[in-house]
């Protein structure tokens, strides 16, 4: 929310449509981050979103999205914590996990995906970015530069 208001999205209106239009559905795990759905569905009071539990030991029901977790652990090994994370290592992860062809998609990576959905500029404010295929690294080593 704070990059929003600093990039001219200082509208509460303006940030809740964004955050509906982005996160009409929220399916997560029951893991301690998600404990409090108040956080991811009312962000700012009103009801934007709506969070969704998967059944315990059932990662099946999240899809793909474990395509997605198996490599952010390629990234940050299990047991290690997130809490030292900032914004701008967050934004890295994301772009290099986003900048890997799937076969689930046809060969096209979810960044190229997400150029057919979502608006450009968009992308530009939460600053994703597409990372060449020789330069994406799914590695510890890509929070140490």
């Not at 509906?20 to 962000?43: C, H, M, Q, W, Y």
């Not at 999240?62 to 990234?75: A, M, P, Q, V």
Request: glycine residues 6%; aromatic residues 8%; positive net charge.
């Amino acid at each position: 929310r704070d990059r929003l208001r600093s990039r001219g999205l200082g509208d509460v209106y303006k940030r809740q449509e964004l955050y509906r239009k982005l996160f009409p559905v929220i399916l997560t795990d029951n893991g301690a981050s998600f404990k409090d759905p108040a956080i991811f569905e009312r962000p700012e009071g009103e009801l934007l979103s709506r969070v969704f539990y998967c059944d315990p030991m059932a990662s099946w029901q999240k899809g793909r999205l474990e395509k997605n977790h198996e490599f952010i652990r390629y990234i940050i090994p299990k047991g290690t914590t997130f809490a030292g994370l900032d914004q701008e290592q967050v934004t890295l992860i994301t772009n290099h996990i986003n900048s890997v062809a799937r076969a689930s998609l046809n060969g096209c990576t979810p960044f190229e995906l997400a150029l057919l959905l979502i608006d450009r500029k968009l992308l530009d404010l939460c600053q994703l970015e597409r990372i060449p295929a020789n330069q994406v690294i799914l590695k510890p080593s890509l929070l140490k530069k």
